[in-house]
């Protein structure tokens, strides 16, 4: 049997001020009603170094707490529940609290930093039992802390996405990184919540739309490849070297990547139906620093996000993974341009008809291979210093659906992709020539 995970202790933490009766209502936006109904799921990792690391690591715990109270007094929806009323599901800003666990893990950060673990094996240090992301009883945030027997932390947390995207969660993270070294609250760059006046609830354009869960009965697997500097640097010059469109392009690290996996997914599906198929690439993208007539500000919290919708028809027997990035370029700077220059209706209006294509090519019968993939590229993910140090490593975890999730490594010049998959095709994607060519089982 492998090392065991024991929980210590289970607590509601509360804001450390109470919120004031005139925000104690929360509205959703747009973008919140879009977002799936589950949580978003990151673990960071930290290698502390000293002697008496396991009472060091149960006192630095204790620490977190009180920041962690001053931080949700600045996040305050985090703490509270969701209430629907009628036709509408709004937070009830009440100071509920989140769910905080203490526990202790019997081996070494080690054995999951430097062995080849399956992704699922990384669940344990994420709070378990977590209730259904849109539920009025389930805390919108639950955050699990471990100390490992030889030294080092990790802190994992569950966030449901109908209140936050994952640059809400990282800005949350660095706000409490920063609270937990001592630096005044009223100091830290604190969030913004204007998006749902700007973008309100409209039931009227997303009425009859079936939620995207409802489709992925089948068993998910997860894992993680790694496309570092060396094998990203090869893309490039591949690319330069293959190239046939007239168009200069210059595909930026996360493009290229992009297209390796999206490719793999296509030979699969390819093997699986014995013909070429069309592929839909459901591309999230950050509206955060996108916007000239709309203010949506860099630290926005809650969901600000829309997404773009990339097609492949095929055109012959012959796909080959630079052929894609093309489509890709293309796809993201003609959504970006009109991104920038459109109004609130205007890019509602896209986010919402996205969104019912993106439905309709997960249907079975579509005839159409759908796929989402989604990047933290560039995120602050490893700038959460709580004082002993930035993580050793940033991951999320197992997905509920099939999803493409890109990360920055570490050094910031690699690229880590986390996919989730049905089990069969996972079988074959990590077989594809491709994927073994330009990556490492990670």
Not at 248 to 253: F, G, H, K, N, S
Not at 310 to 316: C, I, N, Q, S
Not at 326 to 334: E, Y
Request: net charge negative.
């Amino acid at each position: 049997m492998g090392p065991k995970i024991n929980i210590v202790s289970r607590k509601l933490i509360k804001p450390s001020n109470p919120t004031p009766k005139h925000l104690q209502s929360f509205k959703l936006s747009i973008f919140d009603q879009l977002a799936p109904s589950y949580h978003i799921k990151i673990i960071l990792y930290y290698s502390i170094n000293g002697e008496n690391k396991a009472s060091n690591n149960s006192q630095l715990l204790t620490q977190l707490e009180e920041p962690l109270a001053h931080t949700l007094s600045k996040f305050y929806p985090l703490a509270g529940r969701f209430v629907k009323d009628q036709e509408h599901l709004f937070i009830d800003c009440s100071d509920q609290g989140i769910e905080y666990l203490e526990a202790k893990f019997d081996g070494e950060l080690a054995e999951l930093l430097h062995q080849r673990l399956d992704v699922e094996n990384l669940d344990q240090l994420l709070p378990q039992e977590v209730g259904p992301a849109d539920s009025a009883t389930t805390p919108l945030l639950t955050i699990q802390t471990t100390s490992f027997y030889c030294g080092g932390l990790s802190i994992g947390m569950c966030v449901s996405h109908k209140v936050a995207d994952t640059s809400t969660v990282l800005s949350f993270i660095n706000v409490w990184a920063k609270a937990n070294q001592g630096e005044n609250i009223n100091n830290v760059l604190c969030p913004d919540f204007g998006v749902p006046s700007l973008f309100p609830l409209k039931n009227s354009m997303v009425q009859n739309i079936p939620e995207l869960a409802e489709y992925m009965e089948v068993k998910i697997v997860t894992r993680r490849f790694l496309f570092d500097e060396t094998e990203i640097s090869r893309l490039k010059d591949l690319f330069k070297e293959k190239a046939t469109t007239d168009q200069e392009i210059q595909p930026t690290r996360v493009t290229l990547v992009t297209a390796v996996i999206w490719k793999a997914l296509i030979s699969v599906a390819q093997a699986k139906h014995g013909q070429l198929r069309p592929s839909l690439l459901v591309i999230v993208i950050n509206l955060r620093g996108r916007t000239a007539v709309v203010p949506i500000s860099k630290n926005a919290f809650a969901n600000s996000w829309t997404t773009i919708n990339a097609r492949f028809t095929p055109t012959g027997n012959i796909l080959e993974w630079f052929h894609l990035v093309p489509l890709l370029s293309d796809a993201v700077r003609n959504t970006a341009k009109f991104i920038s220059k459109a109004g609130t209706d205007d890019i509602s209006l896209l986010a919402v008809t996205n969104f019912k294509e993106e439905q309709e090519g997960f249907l079975e019968n579509s005839g159409v291979d759908a796929f989402i993939r989604t990047s933290w590229s560039k995120l602050p993910a490893y700038d959460a210093d709580f004082g002993w140090g930035r993580p050793s490593w940033v991951s999320s975890a197992r997905c509920c659906c099939e999803m493409i999730t890109l990360l920055d490594s570490k050094c910031g010049d690699g690229i880590e992709v986390c996919v989730s998959l049905n089990e069969k095709d996972m079988y074959e994607l990590e077989r594809d020539i491709d994927i073994c060519t330009f990556t490492s089982l990670h």
